[in-house]
């Protein structure tokens, strides 16, 4: 793509996306619509999916007036915007650009990035953060992997966790962690906990019904016993590739609430062999329990945070029982031990990119000497968060995810910046030339 931004973008009522060659695409950081440079766009990852946004009203930028613009028809039809879902690996720079419509249903838990289309390809404002390619498109075959998973639900057919593995998340939602291991590879998924001690506003796995949204998938219902958390660990630590298995997964709530069982099992684990790399993902809300942990053999740990602020952070994730000091001392905890310490950041761009919001990740990156950063592209309806969150308040100061991403690796060089818990192999090279410097 030479010299031009690509054109908008946009939805009819019945779902026909074409572009409108009289404006270029858009892009919003908070509720700022801009025009993306050249450089920030590559073209749509293969796996990336579109949807049309009803209930609202695209934004165009028009080439003779220099301006943003509202776009509610063309050629007498009403048009909607359109937005991408980026695949995994892939971190997006501007979110899609719209006005919401009074009386707009609130959207799904996806989030949404900004497209446009330009000679025969789509375009979309954003980079690839992660080279793994475990959950890339071409490594899933679904009739390799249907019948993989018959295989392995019927060779552990008493063992729930499998059963759940295979029946809820490979065959009923897709779950690219969840094919990985009835596929053999990688990092497995080992969800155990049906309770939270949050209440997070995007959370994909339990939405009360006053929020009109459904979450993207149920939790687990029951509590694995240690035997079946350790059979399928061992399983999968012994013979996989780049060996993860993960506490803590969208299809359950938050893994600490169950301490003592995860301390027996990853006890039991790791008098069994000492494969591979065992993960929690977490709220981080109980130190003393991830202290625990770390001494019953837990190589990793990722916490997620929506902000490095606590004020943002309290009104996203709403907990119940905990401080956000405590989120800190069990990051602090982990590095303590030195475990591979990461946090899942939630990117939301205008945030994100804040003066405010970078000085405070620089604060806790130093004060944790944090492994890594993953960045997630947060799945929420965008003005809910700028409402919930109270955004509409930060003076506008956005210095754009490239240039974050250039603060980031500018100023903490040895820090990992991906999107997937790394293998043992990928520890190692990072964990100690960081101990050295």
């Given amino acids: 793509m030479r010299g031009e931004i690509p054109y908008l973008v946009v939805s009819d009522e019945c779902g026909n996306i074409f572009e409108i060659p009289e404006y270029r695409m858009t892009g919003m950081s908070l509720n700022i619509p801009l025009l993306p440079s050249r450089e920030e766009l590559i073209p749509l990852p293969s796996g990336s999916d579109l949807y049309f946004l009803p209930g609202r009203d695209a934004i165009g930028f028009d080439k003779v007036t220099g301006e943003c613009v509202r776009v ?41 990035t900004a497209v446009g289309w330009y000679r025969g390809r789509f375009y979309t404002p954003g980079v690839r953060i992660d080279p793994d390619q475990r959950q890339d498109l071409k490594w899933f075959d679904l009739a390799e992997i249907h019948k993989r998973a018959k295989k392995v639900a019927a060779r552990f057919r008493k063992n729930r966790l499998v059963q759940h593995l295979v029946e809820n998340c490979v065959l009923r939602y897709g779950c690219p962690a969840a094919r990985n291991f009835v596929m053999g590879r990688w990092e497995c998924p080992l969800p155990t906990t049906p309770g939270c001690n949050a209440r997070c506003i995007g959370c994909i796995s339990m939405q009360p019904a006053s929020s009109g949204i459904k979450p993207s998938q149920d939790r687990i219902s029951f509590i694995p016993e240690v035997d079946e958390i350790v059979e399928v660990a061992i399983s999968h630590l012994e013979h996989a590739p780049r060996a993860v298995v993960s506490f803590g997964q969208g299809c359950e709530g938050e893994p600490l609430m169950l301490g003592e069982l995860l301390e027996e099992s990853i006890r039991e684990i790791r008098k069994k062999t000492n494969r591979g790399i065992i993960n929690i993902n977490t709220n981080g809300s109980k130190p003393e329990v991830i202290e625990r942990l770390c001494r ?42 030195s475990i591979w310490t990461s946090i899942n950041y939630f990117i939301f761009p205008g945030l994100t990119d804040h003066p405010s919001e970078m000085e405070a990740l620089r604060s806790l990156i130093d004060g944790v000497k944090l492994n890594m950063v993953q960045t997630r592209n947060l799945n929420i309806d965008p003005d809910f968060y700028v409402e919930e969150l109270h955004l509409s308040e930060l003076e506008p100061c956005f210095k754009g995810m490239k240039n974050w991403l250039g603060f980031v690796r500018r100023h903490f060089p040895w820090l990992k910046l991906g999107y997937f818990n790394p293998p043992r192999e990928e520890m190692h090279k990072r964990h100690f030339e960081f101990s050295r410097g």
Avoid at 75 to 97: D, N, T
Avoid at 304 to 322: K, V
């Fill in 72 to 112: 509610q028809e063309y050629h007498g039809k009403k048009v909607y915007p359109v937005a991408a879902f980026m695949a995994p690996a892939y971190l997006q720079f501007y979110r899609c650009s719209f006005y919401i419509l009074p009386g707009a249903e609130r959207l799904p838990l996806y989030s949404y």
């Fill in 296 to 337: 019953s053999g837990l190589d990793s740990i990722r916490v997620s945070l929506n902000s490095a602020q606590e004020i943002y952070y309290n009104r996203y994730f709403l907990p119940l029982d905990y401080k956000f000091e405590d989120v800190i001392e069990s990051l602090k905890i982990a590095r303590a031990f």
